[in-house]
């Protein structure tokens, strides 16, 4: 079975189109040489990821001004690229050869947001809190005591330095506390490492088969390419401005309104005025109470970027998964009074995107194939100079071998550690393939991640006390992945492709992004909790509390002694099977109207706040297609970038406000 992309399929998807902007691809481009990274642009780089770092922990730790990286397109980096691009334009007008290339833009672009990957609550925010919580927090009710003798003592702190952690009110500069963290320190910023070039490998690996073979928009990537685009006149296009003008006006008059409640405003986000669940349900239990509108500025512009098909896939098997539910609750199988977890849609979620991530392996086999084959001088694959790398799939091989020689030392069997991977792994590729096709500026992993559709596929009677307490420290990287890196190290290979740069230079700006990120984000938590207390109530409470529930969640798995989940095993395999006929279909059938994506997605907690600008834009850009065709779609991405630009901007200048006047403002991005 070739799932592979068929040129029926693009022909009838005429948005799909050129690559980027309104004059097509860039043939020049494709032919100059690639251009490397300038010794400014990686010093400078290199700089802003020390202060990136640093602004991030302080920020959303301390300050708590909101999801700085969390998002897809994150925060913080567009607003230095913002900066760059003003300070650009001032250069200009006194002709100054000072000014930065797209090419040195884009490769700081590159490096900070692989900087914020590290920084963020999906890695380092996450990982530190867990390290002490199951010594500091044991108590003879909550039973985790347990479990100490089975934690190696190199992967957390002295005991010792725990208090002034927590309470605060100290310094992490003394020797007894660094002393006191320097095996943690070296072990998790190794693994850390080592995790990261393992997905950067895999993304080099499959760079041609997603970018170059089957083309996948990757929308996220349309912001930074449009806004760097040399010979442009992007931003002497009204259609930007008049973009940028209604996020900014319309979220001004929220951020007023949270100050000043007289002042009248139009709600964008999720609000009690846009909840039509409330109409709809029959209580709050009932699966529509949650159902809400939404018409946040950015979700709008990134969307118009993604194909139709999947725009109406991932709007429609979001109602979908509602009528499922409601019909396992009509028929007494799920619902609130019931025993049974009907219709599953945890498990689907799972089953979907490991699916996701199996078809996209399944059509990268002969990239794979081929930088083996280069590696072992078979053929003309070593002089062929676009066949995938030797480096990375050398990197990959010994990136993946220390994953498993480190699971393997903390007491996991190998069976498991390996069963464990391949799922997280193949949840990543597919989670990384939604960003690639769907973009979206949030998304969420599976509701059933690894860590727990294993431990109850598999049963916990079946896995050992020290497997599962050793498990429960590599839960950091698999419960919120906003913070997987290889979606955007995918997204950093596309901004290659597009704009001239070098792959090899890429990866490398990823590579030294990240070691730097990984040292100064560990210390700057280090600094800020033993400084301000992680438990003084000064600190932000969820990055601090989260590492409660692996623990408890290691409780119910050690006294349960479960045996097989067969209702988690087929849950899950139906979520595969769906995928895996959708993904058929839709490369077989010309008129197939439903992508797998769609599909994915309906069982997570990403379409609750995004099928309605979704739904929105895909009617938007049904009929600009049907009636104004092509031409009229590339006359509006001037106004989609003028979205995006005008939430981030008026975003980080409400945030600015607040920061100045040490007032809590209106969270423009989030409910």
């Known amino acids: 079975m070739d799932l592979q992309d068929t040129p029926r399929r693009h022909a009838r998807n005429p948005d799909h189109g050129p690559e980027y902007g309104r004059g097509g691809s860039e043939p020049a481009r494709r032919n100059a040489a690639p251009r490397p990274i300038t010794p400014r642009a990686f010093i400078l780089g290199a700089i802003l990821v020390i202060l990136v770092s640093i602004a991030v922990e302080y920020g959303e730790l301390v300050e708590q001004v909101g999801e700085l990286v969390g998002s897809s397109l994150m925060l913080i980096v567009t607003f230095l690229l913002c900066l760059f691009l003003a300070a650009n334009y001032l250069l200009k007008r006194r002709r100054s050869r000072r000014r930065f290339s797209r090419a040195e833009l884009l490769y700081l672009f590159v490096m900070l947001t692989a900087a914020g990957n590290i920084a963020g609550v ?40 725990l208090p002034g952690y927590y309470d605060g009110g100290t310094t992490f500069f003394t020797a007894d506390h660094i002393a006191g963290w320097l095996h943690p320190f070296l072990t998790w910023s190794v693994f850390m490492f080592a995790f990261v070039a393992f997905t950067l490998c895999l993304s080099l690996l499959l760079r041609r088969q997603w970018i170059e073979k089957e083309r996948l928009s990757f929308p996220i990537v349309y912001f930074p390419i449009e806004l760097t685009r040399e010979g442009t006149s992007i ?43 409330r109409l709809l349900a029959k209580g709050p239990t009932d699966p529509l109470a949650e159902v809400t509108l939404a018409f946040y500025p950015m979700a709008l512009g990134i969307a118009y970027f993604a194909q139709l098909e999947v725009l109406f896939s991932c709007w429609f098997f979001y109602w979908v998964a509602r009528l499922e539910v409601i019909t396992s609750t009509a028929l007494g199988f ?165 704009a001239g740069l070098k792959n090899r230079d890429i990866a490398k700006s990823i590579l030294i992004a990240v070691a730097i990120a990984i040292v100064v984000s560990f210390i700057a938590i280090l600094a800020i909790c033993y400084h301000f207390g992680a438990e003084s109530g000064k600190v932000e409470s969820y990055r601090i509390n989260w590492a409660g529930m692996p623990i408890n969640l290691l409780v119910t798995w050690a006294e349960t002694q479960s045996g097989i989940g067969w209702d988690e095993i087929a849950g899950g395999a139906v979520g595969a099977g769906v995928v895996c006929f959708l993904s058929l279909a839709h490369t077989r059938l010309a008129w197939w109207p439903f992508h797998p994506v769609g599909y994915a997605l309906s069982c997570t907690f990403t379409p609750q706040w995004l099928w309605c600008p979704l739904f929105v834009v895909w009617l938007t850009k049904l009929l600009i297609l049907r009636y104004g065709g092509i031409r009229l779609y590339r006359r509006g991405i001037p106004l989609a970038v003028g979205l995006i630009l005008g939430d981030y901007v008026i975003a980080i200048l409400w945030g600015i406000i607040g920061l100045i006047a040490g007032q809590q403002m209106h969270s423009i991005f989030w409910t």
């Open 334 to 498: 799920g619902g609130p009074m019931s025993q049974s977890d009907m219709p599953y849609l945890n498990q689907q979620s799972l089953g979907a995107f490991v699916a996701l991530g199996a078809v996209a392996l399944w059509l990268g086999r002969g990239e794979i194939a081929l930088a083996f084959k280069r590696a072992l001088r078979i053929g003309r694959t070593a002089k062929d100079q676009s066949a995938p790398s030797t480096g990375a799939l050398v990197g990959l091989i010994i990136a993946g071998l220390f994953l498993l020689y480190f699971g393997l030392t903390i007491g996991i069997p190998l069976h498991i550690l390996a069963l464990f991977f391949t799922i997280y792994f193949l949840v990543v590729i597919g989670f990384s393939r939604i960003r690639a096709i769907a973009g979206l500026p949030w998304l969420f992993g599976p509701n059933h991640p690894p860590h727990i559709f294993m431990t109850w596929a598999v049963g916990s009677r079946n896995i050992s006390t020290q497997a599962l307490t050793s498990l429960n420290y590599l839960q950091w990287f698999d419960w919120d992945y906003r913070g997987t890196a290889m979606p955007h190290q995918m997204e950093a290979l596309k901004i290659s492709h597009s």
């Open 235 to 277: 931003w002497r296009d009204r259609l930007l401005w008049i973009g940028f003008v209604i996020p900014v006006v319309l979220q001004s008059l929220a951020s007023l309104n949270y100050l000043y409640p007289s002042v009248p405003y139009l709600p964008l986000k999720p609000t009690p005025a846009l909840n039509i669940g």
């Open 122 to 161: 999906g890695m380092m925010q996450l990982l530190i809190p867990l390290l002490g919580h199951l010594f500091h927090f044991a108590t003879p009710t909550n039973r985790w005591e347990q479990f100490q003798p089975y934690v190696p003592l190199w992967l957390v702190p002295d005991t010792s330095v």
